[in-house]
């Protein structure tokens, strides 16, 4: 089992950037995929961006691509999320959690407890 604590959350004007990070307890996390969620207020939780275990296979949300990178370090048990053109509608709480495909989100678990991000316009 792993444990996630996201942070890096925080206040940013549109278009500016943050980088969350998701770090992780246990030593089979470089074994693990690992995803960010999101869900904003009165909405269901969405995903947004999923790694595989060695860093080498993306996956993103069509709404985030081309503005939001993950990328993990496993030496740090570390998953990062660079958030570019932050929009209004990105405000979320931001999750990570954990799984065994990179490509099957639905499947994850392990969440962590979350980070508030708010973009104002």
């Known amino acids: 089992q792993v444990q996630l604590v996201e942070s890096g959350g925080g206040l940013v004007q549109a278009g500016g950037s943050l980088r969350l990070s998701c770090a992780a307890s246990?030593?089979?996390?470089?074994?693990?995929?690992v995803g960010w969620f999101r869900q904003a207020p009165g909405k269901e939780r969405e995903f947004v961006a999923a790694?595989?275990?060695?860093?080498?296979?993306?996956y993103y949300a069509d709404s985030v691509k081309g503005r939001f990178t993950i990328s993990r370090d496993n030496a740090k048990n570390t998953v990062y999320l660079q958030m570019n053109s932050l929009k209004p509608e990105d405000t979320a709480v931001y999750f990570c959690?954990?799984?065994?495909?990179?490509?099957?989100?639905?499947?994850?678990?392990?969440w962590g407890q979350g980070t508030q991000v708010t973009v104002s316009s």
């Open positions: 790694i595989n275990w060695s860093g080498g296979f993306t």
């Open positions: 959690a954990a799984g065994s495909d990179y490509a099957r989100p639905a499947d994850f678990g392990s």
């Open positions: 246990g030593r089979t996390f470089s074994s693990y995929a």
